[in-house]
């Protein structure tokens, strides 16, 4: 089993900026694809920014040119630097992960490619 632990969140002004962490820990000696998704009451999680361990990444638009995703595969930790934060990124923010990547999973990121989730860290733009 896979646990991961997010951390970072908090509250910011418009423009502000927030690091997310999520660390990975128990069985994680394969964990190719690593995500980070975000919802708020009501509506549908939805995908923000993916990273398979090649480094390949995916990004919502809304989050392009904004948010950058990164991991440390030797250190299990996943990262989304968010900059030029916004109300509309109000939200719960979720890490996601699966063993392995779906063949064309850079096309839309989808909560049903991920079987291991954090419990999420709340971000607040004010």
């Known amino acids: 089993h896979v646990q991961l632990v997010e951390s970072g969140g908090g509250s910011v002004e418009a423009g502000g900026s927030l690091r997310l962490s999520c660390a990975a820990s128990?069985?994680?000696?394969?964990?190719?694809?690593m995500a980070w998704f975000r919802q708020v009451p009501g509506k549908t999680r939805e995908g923000v920014a993916g990273?398979?361990?090649?480094?390949?990444?995916k990004y919502a638009d809304s989050a392009k040119g904004r948010f950058t995703v990164s991991r440390d595969n030797a250190k299990n930790i996943l990262y989304l630097q968010m900059e030029s934060l916004l109300p509309d990124d109000t939200a719960t923010y979720y890490c996601?992960?699966?063993?392995?990547?779906?063949?064309?999973?850079?096309?839309?990121?989808?909560?049903?490619?991920?079987?291991?989730w954090g419990q999420g860290t709340q971000v607040s733009v004010s």
């Open positions: 128990g069985a994680t000696e394969r964990l190719d694809l």
């Open positions: 990273i398979e361990v090649d480094g390949t990444t």
């Open positions: 996601a992960a699966n063993r392995v990547a779906r063949v064309g999973w850079y096309f839309r990121l989808l909560a049903a490619d991920f079987t291991y």
